[in-house]
């Protein structure tokens, strides 16, 4: 048993776990997680350590060690399979029970699955795990031509490592353009231009619906269009779910992700959730709880929690933000710029120098997207996490001074 027992050794899970002792918590804490490794971190998954430019060592969160120094309990491998609230304990697939007195639902977000015959092919991959990130890499090797289901941001950062080892590589999306969901058209647009100077080739507006093999290995992949793409490698990188179920075993409200208030806690007092599989009211967003898939929304979100558990609650109200690698692209969000109704330019996006699109909200800055422009990223989160107003006009404006705007 533990004070505190924290379900998913992932991003969040740790860093709960050291802002907990950091803050001074003397009571036992114990990190539960499913995977064999030592906690590590995603997000080179499908940059350094798929290029090869870092290995599995170099992506820990934090070392061996620290967990001991910290008297951390860490339990891998080990699976929850139920929440027992009124006894207070989570089951193991073991069958092993574990007592809490608080739980922390850190269960991140599992690859949504492509529904179409062929799925299960020998060469159709996903990426979200080093297990999966170790498989794909082994592949590159021999590889010749990839196709990627999904442009979003797993999708093009594969496609950008898979290119510059020379394969051939095909995005197939559904939508008009990569990253629909998660940038302006302007950056979109820019970001297809760059992919495809670099060979990579898209094919928009097509629905896949089935994925051919030979002899049980992947061979191509077909669209609702009558296309047919050849492949020796499938990735599909079309989005996550929550890891949500056993809050809604439990009880607890879900609605793509576990549902919690602005103290992160869930509708049980002595449950709250946080990470991936979360969502939350933010001051940022649009309107409606959201559920973010970043590092820092894990991070802050466990930093948060912790100052509660210590005792000195007070509701999330970090911004969010957001980068991706892709080739030789910087992109770095700040704030949420989807949706906005109006964008405005900063920069020269065919200079060479980087730009980024000022995303406004009903006349208020929403979100900022810079591409190679890491200053001004810096100088966006600024603005928005002081509410400072910008207009349109300004935010376009060269000469207006923005560093002194940010102070
Ligand atoms: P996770 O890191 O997913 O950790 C959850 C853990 O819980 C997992 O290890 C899981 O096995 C475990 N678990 C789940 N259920 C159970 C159970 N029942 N019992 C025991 N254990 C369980 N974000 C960025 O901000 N920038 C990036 O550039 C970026 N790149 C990314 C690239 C890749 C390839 C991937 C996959 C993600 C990337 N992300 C990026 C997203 C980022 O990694 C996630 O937002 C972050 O890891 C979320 O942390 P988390 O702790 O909520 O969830």
Redesign the pocket.
Known sequence: GADVLI???????VQLAAALREGGHDGRILL????PELPYQ??P??KAYLSGKADAPQLRLRTDAFYAENRIGLRLG???VRIERAARRVRLASGEALAYGHLVL????RNRALPVPGAALDGVMQ??TLAEAEALRRRLGTARRAVVVGAG??GLEFAAVAAARGLEVTVVEALDRPMARSVSPLVAAHLRAAHERAGVRFAFGAAVTRIAGEAGRVAAVETADGRRFPADLVLIGIGVVP?AG?AAEAGLAVADGIVVDALLRTGDPAISAI???ARFPCRFAAGAPVRL??????ADQARCLAARLLGRAAPYAALPW???DQGALRLQIAGLSVPHDRAVLRGDPAGGQGFSVFCFRGGRLAGVESVNRPLEHVLARRILERGLDLTPEQAADPAFDLKAHAG
């Open positions: 379900l998913g050794a992932g991003q969040a899970g539960l997680g499913e995977e995603r997000p998954l499908s080990a699976r929850a850190a269960t991140g977000a990426l979200r941001f797993i890891n056993l990470g991936d599989c898939e970043s590092v820092q929304n894990a957001f980068w991706s």
